[in-house]
Structure formats: structure tokens, C-alpha cells
């Protein structure tokens, strides 16, 4: 429970709210001020969005194991019940073992019988929306949403895939290498996702005037919600010994890990490439990673093709932040600029 609104009000119904909330292992409640005006909706609207992102990183995961290895769904439950015992430790993973192992009247996986079209509420529409607002590059839940629009696109898929006949060829390695690949980019990817939820509730924090506590929002996930894992646990502690982090991809223990991660994330995604298999979330995270961490981006050609063709002015690497110039770059244009800002 994610209670935001009149700070004066939280003392009087704290009590009730405590005691019907879900408790984790130590008794705590999940469930604490969140903020004023609107910071509980939109803590939760960001859960809400990180449940997307978790949700497709799951299904790409699944997808790579039935499409990529030829898994049975009766071996994908095998795989996620031990993914279950690892740092993927989840509500998630635990459900998903669940509905893999579960057989219809006739004895076949069930799961294999429901159609792949996917609905959505807008929770995590919202977010996206809120992330362009801010302008927080939260392009993992953003290929999330899309993935389930495109689910949607049933009959022009089929006749997709009709008209293009795409050759996808199987993994020839070591399976059961790849499968602990598989779930090393899940764990890296999840990461990604919740450092990005995290700096769009900084940003609008920043925004609204809020004084989010990130720590105790984290506490309140790990028990009673979709998104309920012992993960939480590790960014409760990020932001516990730094409130000001700016991102969970600065903090010394989620750096080691993602390390550590790395070279397994990079190779499923080129094995997914290769063989012509989706992994949208899985591909836009690592993207992220790559662009966060890469000091100079191809910005600077972009703001040169703006001041050019609608001369938008450019900073110089040469200069002070502030100062802003521009180039007549035909010799026909002139010297005047465009007022210089960003929506």
C-alpha cells in the first residue's frame, strides 16, 4: 500500500493501514507515507510500470528458451523453479514455474493453448507518458507496453510471417550454457528497469516538490505486490547508505553484479539477433547501458543537423555549459538563431 495526500492525515490512519497491510519475513509492514498531493499514485503507477518491464523480461526469457533451445514448457518450469532459488528470487519467476508446469484436460501445457495477444490497463502507457514529461529514458518499460501492442497485432503477424517466411535457425552451443546466460541477462535487464523507474520518481520528485523516501519505497514492494522480490532488499540498502544516488547503476554493489553480468547479456542478445528472435527489453536495456556509460554520445552531429536546418544553436565543447552558438552553415543563411530551448 503506497499512501500519498495530506501529510497531516498519515498519523491519524497510519495504524489501519500498517495493520491491514502484507508484512515481509522481520513483521514490517509494506505499506508507508509515501508523500504529499499525488506521490502515491504515481509510486504506484511506477510499479505498476516496472511490472511491465519484469513481465516481458520474463516472457522474452521463455521465448528464448522455447524458440532458441527448442525447451518443452515442462523443462522451462524445471529452469524457472531453480531461477527461483537464485537472486531472481520473485513473485514473478515463482508464478511463471507455476503456469509452465500447469496442463489443460487433455494433459498438454495450458499455457501453449492461450493465445498471444496481451491486454493492458494503461499503468504502464502512464508511465511512459510521465517518463516523456520528465524526459527520463525509460526504454525498457517503453518497449514493454509496445511489445504488448504488437502482441496485439495478431492477424497482420500471421500474415507477416507468411509473406517473409524468416528462417530462425537453433542454438548450436551448449544449451544448458545458454540458459544460464539467459538468466544473467534477465537479472541485468531487471536492474536496468528499476533504475530507470527510480530516476523518473527522482524526477518527478524534483518536479512536484515530493520527498520520496526511494529506500522505504522498496521496503514497501517486497511483499504484497506484483513485483514482490528479495532483490528489493538490495536497493532498499543502494539508497540506504546514499539517498541522493543518482542512479542504482552508481551503486558499488549493483555495479559488481552488472559486471559480472555483462558478457553473458551481450551474447543472448546476439544470439537473439542472429536468429531472428525478439528480445525487445532485453535489447533496449543493454542499449541503455551501453549509451549511460559511453562519455560522448552522437549528440553532437544531432544538434548540428538542428542548428542547420532550423538553426537551434549548439553548445561548444570549448566553452561553458550556457553559452550557446550558432553556425551559418550554407553561407546563405545568415547569422540569426532560434530561441534556444528544451521542451
Known amino acids: 500500500m503506497m499512501p500519498g495526500g495530506s501529510d497531516a492525515a498519515w498519523p491519524l490512519v497510519k495504524p489501519i493501514f500498517q495493520a491491514v497491510s502484507a508484512k515481509v519475513e522481520d513483521g514490517s509492514p509494506c505499506c508507508d507515507w509515501v508523500g504529499n498531493g499525488g ?40 529452469v524457472f523453479t531453480a531461477w527461483n532459488k537464485t537472486e531472481l528470487d520473485s513473485y514473478l519467476i515463482q508464478i511463471t514455474s507455476e503456469i509452465l508446469a500447469k496442463k489443460d484436460e487433455d494433459g498438454k501445457p495450458l499455457v501453449d493453448k492461450i ?18 514529461d520528465e524526459g527520463v529514458p525509460l526504454t525498457l518499460i517503453g ?7 504488437l502482441s496485439a497485432m495478431k492477424a497482420e503477424r500471421v500474415e507477416a510471417s507468411v509473406e517473409y517466411k524468416v528462417k530462425r535457425e537453433k542454438y548450436t552451443g551448449d544449451k544448458k550454457a ?24 527522482k524526477a ?55 559486471e559480472s553480468l555483462l558478457p553473458s547479456w551481450r551474447k543472448v542478445v546476439a544470439n537473439a539477433a542472429l536468429c531472428g528472435i525478439p528480445t525487445p527489453a532485453f535489447a533496449s536495456a543493454l542499449s541503455y547501458f551501453d549509451g549511460y556509460t559511453t562519455d560522448r554520445l552522437p549528440a553532437n552531429l544531432l544538434q548540428a543537423q538542428r542548428d542547420y536546418f532550423g538553426a537551434h544553436t ?30
Open 39 to 78: 506521490a502515491g499514485h504515481f509510486v504506484k503507477m511506477v510499479h505498476n510500470g516496472i511490472e511491465y518491464g519484469d513481465m516481458q523480461l520474463i516472457c522474452e526469457a521463455y521465448q528464448l528458451m522455447k524458440d532458441l533451445l527448442g525447451m518443452t514448457p515442462d523443462e522451462m518450469h524445471e
Open 115 to 132: 493465445l498471444d495477444t496481451a491486454g493492458q490497463k494503461g499503468t504502464g502507457k502512464w508511465t511512459g507518458i510521465a517518463a516523456l
Open 143 to 149: 518497449e514493454a507496453v509496445f511489445a504488448r501492442c
Open 178 to 201: 545458454m540458459i544460464e546466460d539467459i538468466r544473467k541477462a534477465l537479472l541485468a535487464s531487471k536492474i536496468i528497469s528499476y533504475a530507470q523507474g527510480y530516476v523518473l520518481m
Open 204 to 258: 518527478a520528485a524534483k518536479n512536484y516538490g515530493w520527498k520520496l523516501n526511494y529506500g522505504g519505497i522498496a521496503l514497501m514492494w517486497r511483499g504484497g505486490c506484483i513485483i514482490r522480490s528479495t532483490f528489493l532488499g538490495k536497493i532498499k540498502e543502494a539508497f540506504d547508505k546514499n539517498p541522493e544516488l543518482s542512479n542504482l547503476l552508481l551503486d558499488p554493489y549493483f555495479k559488481s553484479l552488472v
Open 314 to 343: 549548439y553548445e561548444r565543447v570549448d566553452h561553458d555549459r550556457g553559452q550557446f552558438f550558432h553556425t551559418n552553415w550554407t553561407g546563405e543563411g545568415g547569422s540569426t538563431s532560434a530561441s534556444t530551448y528544451n521542451a
